[in-house]
């Protein structure tokens, strides 16, 4: 026999449900999202039990409906196609956001204290709205409510600082270094791209990572070129007590942005390249900037190149957020 304990508890997930579907506050999206939880949950509790009392399912279309019906034919608790999501997609990972923004916020307090962005010596002009852009862009990208503002002030910061590489590039397209600077803002554009187009976009999430794998597949690409031609100088940024030299890290990690490149450009194995490209950078600014900010701390670029990597680490780590959200999403029982 079920208790009236049992009972009670099992019908709250139905109680909520209807309460739910009835209440204004919510909208269509968060209505969508909070029946998937409770309909999952109410199956949970009525199929663990050695007798399952007359179950009701959700009927309806995406927009929602108040009726309810009964279990199949089969005797299984059912809920709604739409609803029938991985329970883990609702919780995806934000970190890669959260990354993202403490790493732009960073940057706009570097920004401010020397007056000075990746090695550009600002005006005053310039240096104190790219800062606040880069502060509050930074903070309001860490909350659900705002992170499309953030993304979208930061986006168009990183823009700008992008287009300013384009005159050097056409001034002296063989120095490779302008190419390389505009590639490293460019990723972080995407990174902020990915975050808007991530809470409201018009295209479908198929499109959505086609787009971002190919953009950074290229920043990726760019990075690989710009190692291999300034391999000598990547090599001594590696610390010497790491074995087995510095030049075969140098080397090592030049191949890894490689593969990390093709991976995206062909989706082959798109989620796992950028979870290990996001890695390697991490592990790139904890062994390498972190280190050179506690030997020189007073040294601009140590702290700007160390922001820089953190957010690109970010961007890659956005993708892969948005990557691993569409998996769970394309595997949803059917």
């Given at each position: 026999m079920v208790?009236?304990?049992?009972?009670?508890?099992?019908?709250?997930?139905?109680?909520?449900?209807?309460?739910?579907?009835?209440?204004?506050?919510?909208?269509?999206?968060?209505r969508a999202r909070h029946l998937t939880v409770l309909s999952s949950f109410s199956v949970l509790l009525q199929t663990s039990g050695k007798r399952?009392?007359?179950?009701?399912?959700?009927?309806?279309?995406?927009?929602?409906?108040?009726?309810?019906?009964?279990?199949?034919?089969?005797?299984?608790?059912?809920?709604p196609r739409y609803a029938r999501v991985n329970i883990n997609a609702y919780y995806s990972s934000n970190l890669g956001r959260h990354v993202f923004g403490a790493a732009a916020l960073a940057f706009g307090l570097i920004?401010?204290?020397?007056?000075?962005?990746?090695?550009?010596?600002?005006?005053?002009?310039?240096?104190?709205?790219?800062?606040?852009?880069?502060i509050f862009g930074g903070a309001a990208i860490q909350f659900r409510r705002t992170a499309k503002t953030g993304a979208v002030v930061l986006g168009a910061v990183y823009l700008v600082f992008a287009l300013l590489c384009v005159p050097q590039i056409f001034a002296k397209p063989q120095i490779y270094n302008s190419w390389g600077n505009f590639f490293e803002q460019f990723s972080l554009v995407t990174g902020a791209a990915i975050v808007y187009a991530r809470s409201s976009s018009p295209w479908s999430r198929e499109t959505l990572n086609r787009i971002g794998r190919i953009l950074l597949g290229i920043c990726a690409a760019s990075f690989t070129l710009e190692q291999a031609i300034y391999l000598g100088a990547t090599a001594n940024l590696v610390p010497k007590w790491l074995p087995p030299t510095q030049m075969f890290w140098a080397v090592t990690t030049t191949v890894l942005f490689a593969l990390a490149a093709v991976a995206l450009l062909t989706n082959r194995m798109a989620l796992l390249a950028t979870r290990l490209l996001t890695m390697m950078l991490v592990i790139f600014g904890l062994l390498?900037?972190?280190?050179?900010?506690?030997?020189?701390?007073?040294?601009?670029?140590?702290?700007?190149?160390?922001?820089e990597t953190f957010a690109i680490a970010g961007a890659a780590w956005i993708l892969a957020d948005l990557l691993g959200e569409y998996r769970l999403n394309d595997h949803r029982p059917r």
């Open positions: 208790s009236g304990r049992m009972m009670m508890i099992r019908a709250c997930p139905s109680l909520s449900i209807a309460a739910v579907m009835k209440d204004p506050y919510f909208n269509a999206g968060s399952t009392s007359k179950s009701l399912r959700l009927a309806g279309n995406r927009e929602g409906s108040s009726q309810m019906r009964p279990e199949d034919s089969r005797g299984e608790a059912t809920i920004t401010l204290a020397w007056h000075d962005y990746n090695g550009w010596h600002l005006p005053r002009y310039i240096v104190y709205p790219a800062a606040a852009a880069e390498v900037w972190v280190l050179l900010i506690l030997s020189d701390p007073h040294n601009h670029t140590n702290w700007s190149e160390t922001a």
